[in-house]
Protein backbone atom coordinates (compact mmCIF):
# COMPACT_ATOMS: atom_id res chain seq x y z
CA UNK A 1 0.00 0.00 0.00
CA UNK A 2 1.13 3.59 -0.97
CA UNK A 3 0.92 6.52 1.51
CA UNK A 4 1.59 9.99 0.80
CA UNK A 5 2.08 12.41 4.19
CA UNK A 6 2.26 15.88 3.90
CA UNK A 7 3.88 18.33 6.89
CA UNK A 8 5.21 21.84 7.70
CA UNK A 9 2.00 23.91 7.26
CA UNK A 10 1.09 26.46 9.92
CA UNK A 11 0.29 29.93 10.53
CA UNK A 12 2.70 32.77 9.40
CA UNK A 13 2.62 36.74 8.75
CA UNK A 14 2.81 37.94 5.59
CA UNK A 15 6.48 38.44 4.39
CA UNK A 16 7.69 34.78 6.08
CA UNK A 17 8.54 31.90 5.27
CA UNK A 18 7.53 27.82 5.28
CA UNK A 19 8.59 24.96 4.00
CA UNK A 20 6.42 22.04 3.81
CA UNK A 21 7.60 18.40 3.26
CA UNK A 22 5.58 15.60 1.45
CA UNK A 23 7.06 11.65 1.95
CA UNK A 24 5.55 8.90 0.14
CA UNK A 25 5.83 5.27 1.56
CA UNK A 26 4.86 1.94 0.89
CA UNK A 27 5.36 -0.55 -2.32
CA UNK A 28 7.12 2.25 -4.75
CA UNK A 29 8.71 0.89 -7.65
CA UNK A 30 9.40 4.62 -9.34
CA UNK A 31 7.60 8.09 -8.86
CA UNK A 32 7.64 10.15 -11.77
CA UNK A 33 5.92 13.62 -10.85
CA UNK A 34 5.98 15.06 -7.54
CA UNK A 35 4.02 18.28 -6.72
CA UNK A 36 1.69 20.42 -5.03
CA UNK A 37 -1.85 21.85 -5.04
CA UNK A 38 -3.63 23.74 -2.91
CA UNK A 39 -7.29 24.62 -2.21
CA UNK A 40 -8.04 28.31 -1.08
CA UNK A 41 -11.16 30.25 0.33
CA UNK A 42 -12.98 29.74 -2.68
CA UNK A 43 -12.58 26.44 -2.89
CA UNK A 44 -10.67 26.19 -6.35
CA UNK A 45 -8.22 23.58 -6.57
CA UNK A 46 -4.95 24.86 -8.61
CA UNK A 47 -1.57 23.82 -9.18
CA UNK A 48 1.69 25.39 -7.19
CA UNK A 49 4.44 23.72 -8.50
CA UNK A 50 5.45 19.92 -9.66
CA UNK A 51 8.84 18.24 -10.53
CA UNK A 52 9.70 15.63 -12.01
CA UNK A 53 12.39 12.48 -11.70
CA UNK A 54 14.69 14.53 -14.04
CA UNK A 55 14.32 17.95 -11.77
CA UNK A 56 12.47 19.60 -14.34
CA UNK A 57 10.12 21.99 -12.53
CA UNK A 58 6.45 23.69 -13.33
CA UNK A 59 5.01 26.37 -10.99
CA UNK A 60 2.01 28.63 -11.02
CA UNK A 61 2.67 32.25 -12.14
CA UNK A 62 1.62 33.76 -8.65
CA UNK A 63 4.38 31.60 -6.73
CA UNK A 64 7.18 31.92 -9.30
CA UNK A 65 10.31 33.70 -7.79
CA UNK A 66 8.55 32.90 -4.14
CA UNK A 67 8.15 29.28 -3.90
CA UNK A 68 11.11 26.87 -4.55
CA UNK A 69 10.41 23.01 -5.13
CA UNK A 70 12.83 20.44 -4.04
CA UNK A 71 12.85 16.65 -4.43
CA UNK A 72 14.99 13.93 -2.96
CA UNK A 73 14.53 10.73 -5.42
CA UNK A 74 16.34 8.38 -2.62
CA UNK A 75 13.85 9.44 0.17
CA UNK A 76 11.22 9.89 -2.21
CA UNK A 77 10.45 13.29 -0.62
CA UNK A 78 9.31 16.51 -2.16
CA UNK A 79 9.54 19.98 -0.81
CA UNK A 80 8.03 23.24 -1.04
CA UNK A 81 9.95 26.09 0.01
CA UNK A 82 7.84 29.15 0.29
CA UNK A 83 9.50 32.73 1.26
CA UNK A 84 7.57 35.79 0.97
CA UNK A 85 4.31 34.41 1.73
CA UNK A 86 1.14 36.40 1.10
CA UNK A 87 -2.27 36.23 2.68
CA UNK A 88 -3.62 35.19 -0.65
CA UNK A 89 -1.48 32.05 -0.47
CA UNK A 90 -3.70 30.71 2.52
CA UNK A 91 -4.87 27.34 1.90
CA UNK A 92 -4.95 23.73 2.51
CA UNK A 93 -1.65 22.56 0.55
CA UNK A 94 -2.11 19.12 -0.93
CA UNK A 95 0.99 17.01 -1.99
CA UNK A 96 0.47 14.70 -5.35
CA UNK A 97 2.51 11.96 -6.82
CA UNK A 98 2.26 9.63 -9.70
CA UNK A 99 3.37 6.58 -8.52
CA UNK A 100 4.15 3.41 -10.11
CA UNK A 101 3.96 0.42 -7.71
CA UNK A 102 4.73 -3.37 -10.02
CA UNK A 103 2.88 -2.83 -13.11
CA UNK A 104 0.75 -0.06 -12.27
CA UNK A 105 0.65 3.55 -11.90
CA UNK A 106 -1.47 5.40 -9.98
CA UNK A 107 -2.34 9.33 -8.94
CA UNK A 108 -1.49 9.38 -4.96
CA UNK A 109 -2.69 12.56 -2.77
CA UNK A 110 -1.60 13.52 0.51
CA UNK A 111 -4.81 14.71 3.61
CA UNK A 112 -3.51 18.34 3.20
CA UNK A 113 -1.78 20.45 5.25
CA UNK A 114 -3.31 24.21 6.52
CA UNK A 115 -1.15 27.52 5.93
CA UNK A 116 -2.52 30.74 7.01
CA UNK A 117 -0.84 33.78 6.40
CA UNK A 118 -2.01 36.67 8.58
CA UNK A 119 -2.12 40.34 7.13
Known amino acids: QVQVVESGGGLVQAGGSLRLSCAASGSITSIYVMGWYRRGPRNQRELVAVITSGGSTNYADSVKGRFTISRANAKNTVYLQMNSLKPEDTAVYYC?????????????WGQGTQVTVSS
Open 96 to 108: NAVITSGTYTNNY
